[in-house]
């Protein structure tokens, strides 16, 4: 079974940080991408960063640019997603999701984790 697992959401203050996780399960990943996308109420999905499993370039969003930082582990098969300086529009349902570096399509969504910043 292909299962991708976020994990690290929660409630801070602006200014504060939080590392998400996303355990990446169920094949071969060595031909995919893992990206980082959010969805706040009201608004469409957003791409946040991305990155290849095999190591290459990362490429993340304007918006966080410079605050966020997309990373992996391959020994334990786990990306993460480390957000600095968060402010109150970070706030949303955070996801990781799978797709094929050929395609850039992604083809498999973890069930997101929530990441909620008071001002």
């Known amino acids: 079974q292909v299962q991708l697992v976020e994990s690290g959401g929660g409630l801070v203050q602006a200014g504060g940080s939080l590392r998400l996780s996303c355990a990446a399960s169920?094949?071969?990943?060595?031909?995919?991408?893992m990206g980082w996308f959010r969805q706040a109420p009201g608004k469409e999905r957003e791409f946040i960063a991305a990155?290849?499993?095999?190591?290459?370039?990362?490429y993340y969003a304007d918006s966080v640019k410079g605050r966020f930082t997309a990373s992996g582990d391959v020994a334990k098969n786990t990306v993460y997603l480390q957000m600095n300086s968060l402010k109150p529009e970070d706030t949303a349902v955070y996801y990781c999701?799978?797709?094929?570096?050929?395609?850039?399509?992604?083809?498999?969504w973890g069930q997101g984790t929530q990441v909620t910043v008071s001002s």
């Open positions: 990155m290849r499993w095999s190591g290459g370039s990362t």
């Open positions: 999701a799978a797709g094929l570096a050929t395609t850039l399509t992604y083809d498999y």
């Open positions: 169920g094949r071969t990943w060595s031909d995919y991408i």
